[in-house]
């Protein structure tokens, strides 16, 4: 059992950066592969980017891949996302996931978090 609990979301202007933290319980989160998803209400829910239990391998969806970057620090159970460049369509609800394999469809990660609010402005 994983438990998943999201911080840093907020409002930012357009340009402006973030950085979201989720931060899991148990011992076992380096066996994990962490992902981060995002979704606004009406739309299907867009795998953002992934990172493999011990962080050598990443992806990152089309419209973020130079802007945000994810990473992890398995000493503390946390998965991190800096979000650089941000616009006004990265505005979602972000949530962090865990699967016990590499993917970028939802429907292959286990572990849930609650999500956390980007409002990015123009």
């Known amino acids: 059992q994983v438990q998943l609990v999201e911080s840093g979301g907020g409002l930012v202007q357009a340009g402006g950066s973030l950085r979201l933290s989720c931060a899991a319980s148990?011992?076992?989160?380096?066996?994990?592969?962490m992902a981060w998803f995002r979704q606004v209400p009406g739309k299907e829910r867009e795998s953002v980017a992934a990172?493999?239990?011990?962080?050598?391998?990443?992806s990152y969806a089309d419209s973020v891949k130079g802007r945000f970057t994810i990473s992890r620090d398995n000493a503390k159970n946390t998965v991190f996302l800096q979000m650089n460049s941000l616009k006004p369509e990265d505005t979602a609800v972000y949530t962090c996931?865990?699967?016990?394999?590499?993917?970028?469809?939802?429907?292959?990660?286990?572990?849930w978090g609650q999500g956390t609010q980007v409002t990015v402005s123009s």
């Open positions: 996931a865990a699967s016990s394999f590499f993917s970028d469809y939802a429907s292959n990660y286990r572990y």
């Open positions: 148990g011992r076992t989160f380096s066996s994990y592969v």
């Open positions: 990172i493999s239990q011990n962080g050598a391998r990443t």
